[in-house]
C-alpha cells in the first residue's frame, strides 16, 4: 500500500528521528510514504478566523495533490495532522472557505474535501492492524513500562479529528501492548502541555510540564512517548528530568529491529 506523505517542517530538522523511525517503520510493515513534491508549511496552527484563509492554503494544496494521486494523506507529527484535518473539514462543509481556496489556487478540478487524512498511528491501526504488528516485533520491549502522551491536537475537537475518544483515548496503549511493553495509565495523558504559551507564560508552561511527567512517573512510568514535537520540546525542557521521553516511532522501530537505521540526534 502506497500513501501520500506530508511530513512538515519540525520532521526536517529538529524532529528528524520522528520521519526516519517513521519512514524505516513503515518499510519494515510493509507499506509506503511517498513524500509529496514541493510541499509547504501547514502553518503549525490552526487559523480559527473564519474569514482566514491564506494560511490554509497550503493544506489544500497538499490534500490536492493526495486526491490527484488517488492515495490517503498521511502525516506523522501531531501538529500537522490536526491542521490538515481541520482544513480538510472545512473544505468539506463548502461555504466560503472553500470557494476562495479554489478560486485562488485556481485548480483544473476543484477540491471539495475528497482526500482522506489518516495519522501514521490510524495506519498502524486501521490498515496493518495491532495482531500484524505483534507478530512482526523481532525486539519485544519486554519490562517497560511506558506511558503515552496524547496532549491536545491529536484528540480535539473529537467529531473533526475522530482520532480517538478525546477523553480516554487508547491508540498509543494498545501499540505499547503490541510491541511487548506495559503501558502506564495515567491522569495527565491527555492534558495540555502549554506549547503554544511557552514562550510568553514560560513558569505556567513548566508547571503543566511538571504535573504530566510527574504524573506519569508517580505511576511507576520508566518512559514516556509523544507524536508531537512541540510537546517533545516542551516536556524535555520542563519535564521531570530522570523521565526519557522518546517518539512513538523510536520504540516501533526498536521492537520491529530498524531502530539502528534511524536518524542520529
Not at 29 to 44: A, K, R, S, T
Not at 188 to 206: P, Q, V
Request: with cysteine.
Amino acid at each position: 500500500m502506497k500513501y501520500s506523505y506530508y511530513p512538515g517542517c519540525t520532521l526536517k530538522n529538529k524532529a528528524k528521528d520522528l520521519d526516519a523511525y517513521a519512514r524505516r517503520s513503515a518499510e519494515a510493515l510493509g507499506f509506503e510514504l511517498e513524500e509529496i513534491e514541493n510541499w509547504q508549511c501547514c502553518g503549525g496552527v490552526y487559523p480559527q478566523g473564519q474569514d482566514e484563509i491564506a494560511t490554509k492554503l497550503s493544506s489544500v494544496r497538499a490534500l490536492n495533490d493526495a486526491k490527484e494521486k488517488e492515495q490517503d494523506l498521511v502525516t506523522v507529527c501531531s501538529a500537522c495532522h490536526h491542521v490538515l484535518k481541520r482544513v480538510n473539514d472545512d473544505m468539506q462543509q463548502g461555504g466560503d472557505i472553500c470557494t476562495r481556496a479554489n478560486n485562488y489556487l485556481k485548480l483544473e478540478e476543484a477540491y471539495t474535501g475528497e482526500t482522506k487524512v489518516l495519522h501514521f498511528l490510524e495506519v498502524l491501526r486501521d490498515r496493518v492492524g495491532f495482531d500484524e504488528i505483534r507478530k512482526q516485533v523481532k525486539k519485544p520491549l519486554t519490562g517497560k513500562k511506558i506511558a503515552a502522551y496524547y496532549g491536545c491536537l491529536l484528540l480535539r475537537p473529537g467529531k473533526v479529528m475522530q482520532f480517538d475518544d478525546p477523553e480516554n483515548p487508547r491508540i498509543m496503549e494498545d501499540l505499547i501492548r503490541a510491541l511487548g511493553a506495559e503501558p502506564v495509565i495515567y491522569p495527565y495523558r491527555n492534558e495540555c502541555c502549554g506549547g503554544y504559551i511557552s514562550l510568553k507564560e514560560k513558569e505556567m508552561a513548566a508547571g503543566m510540564c511538571e504535573n504530566i511527567a510527574g504524573s506519569a512517573a508517580g505511576f511507576g512510568a520508566d518512559l514516556m512517548i509523544t507524536a508531537c514535537p512541540l510537546c517533545m520540546y516542551n516536556l524535555k525542557k520542563n519535564g521531570k528530568q530522570d523521565l526519557p521521553v522518546v517518539y512513538f516511532t523510536e520504540i516501533l522501530a526498536e521492537a520491529l529491529g530498524v531502530k539502528e537505521e534511524g536518524a542520529e540526534e
